[in-house]
């Protein structure tokens, strides 16, 4: 059975950070892109950031230069490292399987996500 997960968030300050770990189970990781979006309250869905399978990341204006994307195939982990944060990065923060386009929320291959609150 597949299972995606998100875990590390939590309340953080303007300016503090924090890390978002995703672990994967039961599809080849390695030979997947893997991608980040989130969704804030009363806005729609919102694409963060993806890693290709080569380990090339891709950002969102929104967050380039302050958010960093990683991979780690032999534990099927996918990381975000937020930095900088901004009150307007308070989200659900989602990951999953694919590219923004495959984002399904009753699909098996996202997960049910991890909330970020940035606020003083």
């Known amino acids: 059975e597949v299972h995606v997960v998100e875990s590390g968030g939590g309340l953080v300050q303007p300016g503090g950070s924090l890390r978002l770990s995703c672990v994967a189970s039961q599809f080849t990781f390695s030979n997947a892109a893997m991608t980040w979006v989130r969704q804030a309250p009363g806005k729609g869905l919102e694409w963060v950031s993806t890693?290709?399978?080569?380990?090339?990341?891709y950002y969102a204006d929104s967050v380039k230069g302050r958010f960093t994307i990683s991979r780690d195939n032999a534990k099927n982990m996918l990381y975000l490292q937020l930095n900088s944060l901004k009150t307007e990065d308070t989200a659900m923060y989602y990951c999953?399987?694919?590219?923004?386009?495959?984002?399904?929320?009753?699909?098996?291959?996202w997960g049910q996500g991890t909330q970020v609150n940035v606020s003083s």
């Open positions: 890693i290709d399978n080569l380990g090339s990341p």
């Open positions: 999953g399987r694919g590219w923004y386009s495959d984002y399904d929320r009753r699909s098996p291959y």
